[in-house]
Protein backbone atom coordinates (compact mmCIF):
# COMPACT_ATOMS: atom_id res chain seq x y z
CA UNK A 1 0.00 0.00 0.00
CA UNK A 2 1.17 3.65 -0.68
CA UNK A 3 1.57 6.63 1.63
CA UNK A 4 -0.29 9.26 0.57
CA UNK A 5 2.82 11.42 0.17
CA UNK A 6 4.21 8.50 -2.24
CA UNK A 7 0.89 8.33 -4.15
CA UNK A 8 0.74 12.21 -4.31
CA UNK A 9 4.19 12.36 -5.61
CA UNK A 10 4.06 9.25 -8.42
CA UNK A 11 0.39 11.38 -9.35
CA UNK A 12 2.52 14.22 -9.87
CA UNK A 13 4.82 12.83 -11.93
CA UNK A 14 1.70 10.99 -13.94
CA UNK A 15 1.24 14.57 -14.91
CA UNK A 16 5.07 14.82 -15.58
CA UNK A 17 5.10 12.17 -18.34
CA UNK A 18 1.58 12.99 -19.83
CA UNK A 19 2.95 16.77 -20.22
CA UNK A 20 5.99 15.32 -21.83
CA UNK A 21 4.14 13.36 -24.31
CA UNK A 22 2.00 16.33 -25.49
CA UNK A 23 5.24 18.44 -25.36
CA UNK A 24 7.09 16.28 -28.09
CA UNK A 25 3.79 15.73 -30.19
CA UNK A 26 3.20 19.49 -30.27
CA UNK A 27 7.09 19.84 -31.19
CA UNK A 28 6.73 17.07 -33.63
CA UNK A 29 3.78 18.76 -35.41
CA UNK A 30 5.94 22.14 -35.31
CA UNK A 31 8.90 20.08 -37.18
CA UNK A 32 6.53 18.60 -39.40
CA UNK A 33 4.89 21.92 -40.76
CA UNK A 34 8.36 22.85 -41.28
CA UNK A 35 9.37 19.85 -43.64
CA UNK A 36 11.64 18.01 -41.21
CA UNK A 37 10.23 14.58 -41.35
CA UNK A 38 13.10 13.05 -40.02
CA UNK A 39 12.62 15.25 -37.14
CA UNK A 40 8.70 15.02 -36.57
CA UNK A 41 9.40 10.84 -36.77
CA UNK A 42 11.59 11.46 -33.31
CA UNK A 43 9.75 13.48 -31.65
CA UNK A 44 6.46 11.14 -32.41
CA UNK A 45 8.55 8.53 -31.16
CA UNK A 46 9.62 10.04 -28.27
CA UNK A 47 6.19 11.45 -27.57
CA UNK A 48 5.27 7.31 -27.59
CA UNK A 49 7.52 7.03 -25.37
CA UNK A 50 6.23 9.36 -22.54
CA UNK A 51 2.73 8.26 -22.61
CA UNK A 52 4.17 4.48 -21.83
CA UNK A 53 6.21 6.03 -18.99
CA UNK A 54 2.68 8.24 -18.13
CA UNK A 55 0.81 4.60 -18.43
CA UNK A 56 3.64 2.40 -16.06
CA UNK A 57 3.19 4.83 -13.29
CA UNK A 58 -0.91 4.68 -13.86
CA UNK A 59 -0.43 1.08 -13.50
CA UNK A 60 1.92 1.22 -10.98
CA UNK A 61 0.00 3.54 -8.61
CA UNK A 62 -3.47 1.68 -8.94
CA UNK A 63 -1.61 -1.96 -8.70
CA UNK A 64 -0.26 -0.73 -5.08
CA UNK A 65 -3.44 0.42 -3.53
CA UNK A 66 -3.57 4.08 -4.69
CA UNK A 67 -5.85 5.85 -7.44
CA UNK A 68 -4.22 7.25 -10.53
CA UNK A 69 -5.70 10.48 -11.55
CA UNK A 70 -5.36 11.93 -15.12
CA UNK A 71 -4.92 15.49 -14.96
CA UNK A 72 -5.66 18.24 -17.18
CA UNK A 73 -1.96 19.07 -18.88
CA UNK A 74 -1.02 22.75 -19.75
CA UNK A 75 -0.49 23.80 -23.55
CA UNK A 76 3.30 22.72 -24.31
CA UNK A 77 5.09 25.69 -26.64
CA UNK A 78 3.38 25.87 -30.13
CA UNK A 79 6.17 27.49 -32.03
CA UNK A 80 9.95 27.27 -31.60
CA UNK A 81 12.71 29.96 -32.65
CA UNK A 82 15.23 27.40 -34.75
CA UNK A 83 15.52 23.69 -34.70
CA UNK A 84 18.31 24.67 -32.09
CA UNK A 85 16.27 26.08 -29.74
CA UNK A 86 13.90 23.29 -29.63
CA UNK A 87 16.58 20.48 -28.89
CA UNK A 88 17.84 22.82 -26.70
CA UNK A 89 14.71 22.96 -25.00
CA UNK A 90 14.12 19.14 -25.19
CA UNK A 91 17.23 18.38 -23.01
CA UNK A 92 16.02 21.45 -20.39
CA UNK A 93 13.30 19.39 -20.11
CA UNK A 94 14.18 15.91 -19.34
CA UNK A 95 17.13 17.63 -17.16
CA UNK A 96 13.57 18.84 -15.21
CA UNK A 97 12.29 15.41 -15.05
CA UNK A 98 15.10 13.84 -13.78
CA UNK A 99 15.20 16.14 -10.92
CA UNK A 100 11.92 14.98 -10.63
CA UNK A 101 12.44 11.53 -10.60
CA UNK A 102 15.62 11.97 -8.19
CA UNK A 103 12.39 13.74 -5.45
CA UNK A 104 10.63 10.55 -5.93
CA UNK A 105 13.51 8.19 -4.65
CA UNK A 106 14.57 10.72 -2.08
CA UNK A 107 10.88 10.64 -0.34
CA UNK A 108 10.69 6.51 -0.76
CA UNK A 109 13.79 6.85 1.64
CA UNK A 110 11.98 9.10 3.75
CA UNK A 111 9.14 6.85 3.81
CA UNK A 112 11.02 3.94 4.24
CA UNK A 113 9.27 2.55 0.63
CA UNK A 114 11.71 0.09 -0.65
CA UNK A 115 9.41 -1.42 -3.05
CA UNK A 116 8.53 1.81 -5.08
CA UNK A 117 12.27 3.05 -4.49
CA UNK A 118 12.82 -0.47 -6.41
CA UNK A 119 10.31 0.02 -8.71
CA UNK A 120 11.75 3.50 -9.99
CA UNK A 121 14.89 2.89 -10.47
CA UNK A 122 13.46 2.05 -14.06
CA UNK A 123 12.99 5.24 -14.78
CA UNK A 124 16.80 6.62 -12.86
CA UNK A 125 18.42 4.45 -15.82
CA UNK A 126 15.67 6.02 -18.48
CA UNK A 127 16.68 9.16 -17.43
CA UNK A 128 20.38 8.64 -17.90
CA UNK A 129 19.42 7.63 -21.62
CA UNK A 130 16.64 10.51 -21.94
CA UNK A 131 19.66 13.19 -21.37
CA UNK A 132 22.20 11.14 -23.36
CA UNK A 133 19.87 10.85 -26.33
CA UNK A 134 19.00 14.91 -26.07
CA UNK A 135 22.51 15.76 -25.28
CA UNK A 136 23.67 13.46 -28.67
CA UNK A 137 21.21 15.21 -30.86
CA UNK A 138 22.55 18.72 -29.83
CA UNK A 139 26.27 18.07 -30.01
CA UNK A 140 24.91 16.79 -33.85
CA UNK A 141 23.19 19.88 -34.20
CA UNK A 142 26.41 22.36 -33.29
CA UNK A 143 28.51 20.37 -36.40
CA UNK A 144 25.98 21.71 -38.43
CA UNK A 145 26.29 25.00 -37.37
CA UNK A 146 22.59 25.35 -38.25
CA UNK A 147 23.37 24.98 -41.84
CA UNK A 148 22.71 21.42 -43.86
CA UNK A 149 19.77 20.39 -41.44
CA UNK A 150 18.63 18.58 -44.59
CA UNK A 151 21.39 16.01 -43.54
CA UNK A 152 20.71 16.10 -39.94
CA UNK A 153 17.07 15.51 -40.79
CA UNK A 154 17.55 12.59 -42.59
CA UNK A 155 19.63 10.83 -40.35
CA UNK A 156 18.03 11.51 -36.78
CA UNK A 157 16.25 8.51 -36.25
CA UNK A 158 19.61 6.84 -36.52
CA UNK A 159 20.86 8.48 -33.35
CA UNK A 160 17.26 6.14 -32.07
CA UNK A 161 19.50 3.16 -32.43
CA UNK A 162 20.58 2.10 -28.83
CA UNK A 163 17.26 3.08 -27.17
CA UNK A 164 14.14 0.66 -29.35
FE1 LIG B 1 9.68 10.22 -19.35
FE2 LIG B 1 11.55 11.89 -21.02
O1 LIG B 1 10.91 11.51 -19.35
Redesign the pocket.
Known sequence: MLSKRVEAILNAQVE??GY?SNLYLSMASWAETKGYSGMATWLYA?AD??KM?MLKLVGYINERGGHAIIPAFKQPPVEHGSVQEMFEAVLK??KL?TKSINDIVALCEQEKDYTTHNWVQW?VT??IE?EASANEILDKLNLTDGKNLYMFDRDIMSLRGKED
Open positions: KESQEEHHEVFEQE
